[in-house]
């Protein structure tokens, strides 16, 4: 399956704990964007990449969120100091530019 | 700003009916792309169409039309003899630029009863 993977899958945090997800998006797309979801809403967007370059973060991405793509391929999205209001399904979608995004299966956070 | 409006929260439908799910849009920009995308139960979102602010046909796959009318802003998808395997939440979006953030709807989840 050559589709967009995320791992890990589910993820259950203590409150205050750091987390890291990870994204291997479609081999040839060269933009790779991360999308956060809760119950009962629609995806919200929250960074995206063009090869390793970040150019575009929403004013949901916090200063307790970092991503990187460091050579253009996968992904990493990070939380610091966790909270519950991390709480979401984070996806991930990748694209060619100017074409539609694939989405990832997502990794569902839960923090205690 | 973008804003995308699905007003249906939930529909129930028997199978074989015909059900649309509304998509009304908000831009100031003159290109842009609407989407429509599906999330079944799995939770993956599949990519279901794309369109583009220049092109208003009609388009049809299968049992799935879609209607686009930018004298309504409105971009409705229909599902035509509608199947069990059709329930799902089905999400509209927009972008304002080529492929950059999209902006989802809530939703609509769609229950097909057999």
């Known amino acids: 399956d050559t589709g967009v993977s995320q791992n890990p899958r589910h993820k259950i945090t203590k409150r205050g704990q750091n987390v890291t997800f990870r994204c291997d998006p479609i081999?040839?797309?060269?933009?790779l964007y991360w999308y956060r979801q809760t119950l009962g809403q629609g995806p919200e967007f929250l960074t995206y990449?063009?090869?390793?370059?970040?150019?575009?973060k929403s004013r949901l991405l916090s200063d307790r969120f970092s991503a990187e793509r460091p050579k253009g391929s996968f992904s990493t999205l990070e939380i610091q100091r966790t909270e519950q209001g991390d709480s979401a399904m984070y996806l991930c979608?990748?694209?060619?530019?100017?074409?539609?995004?694939?989405f990832g299966p997502g990794t569902r956070l839960t923090v205690t | 700003a973008q804003k995308v409006t699905q007003a249906q929260t939930e529909i129930s439908v028997v199978e074989k009916e015909d059900v649309t799910l509304d998509c009304v849009y908000e831009?100031?920009?003159?290109?842009?792309?609407l989407f429509w995308y599906k999330q079944p139960p799995s939770g993956e979102l599949v990519f279901l169409i794309r369109?583009?602010?220049?092109?208003?046909q009609n388009e049809i796959s299968g049992r799935y039309s879609w209607n686009f009318q930018k004298s309504t802003s409105s971009f409705n998808f229909t599902i035509t003899a509608s199947q069990v395997v059709d329930s799902a939440v089905y999400f509209c979006?927009?972008?304002?630029?080529?492929?950059?953030?999209?902006?989802f709807g809530a939703g609509t989840r769609l229950t097909v009863k057999p």
């Open positions: 081999s040839e797309h060269n933009r």
């Open positions: 369109r583009n602010s220049f092109d208003e």
């Open positions: 979608a990748s694209s060619l530019i100017g074409y539609e995004q694939y």
């Open positions: 831009t100031r920009d003159t290109t842009y792309y």
């Open positions: 990449f063009q090869n390793e370059a970040q150019l575009e």
């Open positions: 979006a927009l972008s304002e630029a080529v492929a950059n953030d999209m902006r």
